[in-house]
């Protein structure tokens, strides 16, 4: 498979990369074995680019998925945590639990105003350090905020942004408003001018897009800026088609199964503000004792209305 220079960061990416979030707890949970399968199968099929995160708690299928080969894919992390001792700890974590001696790229994980970034100094001074050191390669952010993404392109410290797009906007967000995929994509644009490497995520905005297959990777993989998109891989046959897509042999009226596509709330990103359960036409959705939006699987119509309206892109089609 062809790769793709990431900004100036030397490292080269393949146009698709492995969102292991898919295989983890929080979505599929899929044993270690078959998660570590599905990795390995793209590894060989030649994807070189994974993304994971100390949230994710994935580090495990992606050392059983190494274990005994020699590919050395460029694989992406990410930390929540804002003080330099906490990051710290992430980047050490990462390391020993991929059994990696250097990770190649290190986020501050979805970054959501300048603000936000500000109170996470200490971490940003840390992932500093940590590449100043040889314990990282590149490092960034990642953010679903224009704002924020606009910001990343003034800061010659940071290497790499790993933004929201899709071509319907889901999840794009400016301030504490809505934003759109033009003001994103121009966002992309004054990053890749200042050299910085750009990959993608939500392309098919949380599986919500799935449907739009072709429509949602050709307007991102065409995006000025891009070099990468990372998508959640489930299964090998998910594998096997964008590869047809990456080579350009897919079918383009092919249009995937979402039969057994379920929605879900994540609850790690679930602020409880109702707008999900205002908008759901048949009131499939409810807030349990914890705050939390659920759905009712029984009387869901898997219509997709609550994913636009959800401002914190929690909402999930797998």
Wanted: proline share 4%.
């Amino acid at each position: 498979m062809r790769k793709n220079l990431l900004g100036s960061t030397g490292l080269e990416v393949t146009p698709v990369g492995f969102g292991v979030l898919t295989i983890g707890k929080t979505q599929l949970n899929m044993p270690e074995s078959e998660g570590a399968a599905v990795l390995r199968y793209a590894l060989e099929c030649g994807i070189n680019f994974l993304d994971t995160a100390q949230y994710y708690d994935t580090y495990h299928y992606i050392k059983r998925a190494l274990k005994g080969t020699n590919y050395e894919p460029i694989i992406t992390s990410k930390c929540l945590d804002p003080s330099y001792s906490q990051m710290k700890y992430a980047v050490e974590q990462a390391r020993m639990e991929m059994n990696r001696d250097v990770i190649d790229i290190f986020l501050l994980h979805e970054v959501r105003s300048g603000a936000d970034w500000k109170s996470r100094s200490g971490a940003w001074e840390y992932l500093q350090e940590a590449k100043s050191k040889g314990l990282i390669k590149a490092i960034g952010i990642s953010t679903h905020h224009v704002d924020v993404a606009e910001q990343a392109a003034e800061v010659p410290e940071l290497d790499v942004l790993f933004p929201l797009i899709n071509f319907r906007s889901l999840g794009i967000r400016k301030g504490n408003e809505f934003g759109t995929k033009e003001e994103m994509a121009a966002a992309i644009e004054k990053n890749a001018a200042q050299e910085k490497g750009v990959f993608t995520m939500k392309v098919f905005g949380g599986g919500n897009l799935t449907g739009h297959y072709l429509e949602a990777l050709d307007y991102v993989s065409t995006l000025p800026g891009v070099s990468s998109m990372m998508v959640g891989f489930g299964q090998k046959r998910e594998i096997d088609r964008m590869l047809e897509y990456v080579g350009g042999t897919i079918d383009r009226t092919y249009i995937p199964d979402m039969t057994k596509k379920k929605i879900h709330i994540d609850k790690g990103d679930c602020e409880g503000c109702g707008s999900c359960i205002e908008r759901c036409p048949n009131r499939a959705i409810f807030l349990n004792p914890r705050g939390i939006a659920e759905v009712d699987h029984s009387i869901c119509l898997t219509c997709g209305y609550c994913a636009p309206v959800c401002p914190v892109r929690a909402i999930l089609l797998f």
